[in-house]
T-cell receptor, first 115, second 112 residues
Framework: AQSVAQPEDQVNVAEGNPLTVKCTYS??????LFWYVQYPNRGLQFLLK??????LVKGSYGFEAEFNKSQTSFHLKKPSALVSDSALYFC?????????????FGAGTQVVVTP | DGGITQSPKYLFRKEGQNVTLSCEQN?????MYWYRQDPGQGLRLIYY???????QKGDIAEGYSVSREKKESFPLTVTSAQKNPTAFYLC???????????FGSGTRLTVV
């Protein structure tokens, strides 16, 4: 069975400071890892993904994530946070052996960026 | 532009009523999914479908039903058997294992 853990319900950061949102996973086979962002009363928007290759993945809006196989982690990072980055962030995983491609989502981390 | 359309955006249901949430996509995606979102619980899979006229139960299928008569459409019915239906419902579609989901904008269902 696959699972995802986002250990922080909320992350508070001042504008201009680095932002990190943590994610760890458990999956059979090679993982396909994704980050999504959700604004209030909206669907989820894709930020970035790791399928294979370089462990550092760059995505939309200046976000990046580092795949760490030994620690089974896929933390989301942004060097300098903006107030507009305040939103709910979801980490998701699907296993390489899951041919039906169902995602397992984390519980989400609320990011609050203060001016 | 291609995308997924969910309707209505807001829906109110009286106790004992069935309601149907619409999900339509023009992305030519084979797979479609329904998720339920509750605060602090992330997204939980209700039903999914890989091909027309076939669908599978997800983790919380009780009290819900779906159909997949057309590739573009995957409506979700919330039946009176669902004891706590108030939630935000998200439809998604995908093609290919390495690709992510495209999400609709969601339907917020409230029991009154």
């Amino acid at each position: 069975a696959q699972s995802v853990a986002q250990p922080e319900d909320q992350v508070n950061v001042a504008e201009g400071n680095p932002l990190t949102v943590k994610c760890t996973y458990s999956v059979s086979g090679n993982p396909y890892l994704f980050w999504y962002v959700q604004y209030p009363n909206r669907g989820l928007q894709f930020l970035l993904k790791y399928i294979t290759g370089d462990n550092l993945v760059k995505g939309s809006y200046g976000f990046e994530a580092e795949f760490n196989k030994s620690q089974t982690s896929f933390h989301l990072k942004k060097p300098s946070a903006l107030v507009s980055d305040s939103a709910l962030y979801f980490c998701a995983v699907r296993g390489g052996t899951d041919s039906w491609g169902k995602f397992q989502f984390g519980a989400g981390t609320q990011v609050v960026v203060t001016p | 532009d291609g995308g997924i359309t969910q309707s209505p955006k807001y829906l109110f249901r009286k106790e004992g009523q069935n309601v149907t949430l619409s999900c339509e996509q023009n992305l030519n995606h084979d797979a479609m999914y329904w998720y339920r979102q509750d605060p602090g619980q992330g997204l939980r899979l209700i039903y999914y479908s890989q091909i027309v006229n076939d669908f599978q139960k997800g983790d919380i299928a009780e009290g819900y039903s779906v159909s997949r008569e057309k590739k573009e459409s995957f409506p979700l019915t919330v039946t009176s058997a669902q004891k706590n239906p108030t939630a935000f419902y998200l439809c998604a579609s995908s093609t290919g294992q390495a690709r992510g989901y495209t999400f609709g904008s969601g339907t917020r269902l409230t029991v009154v």
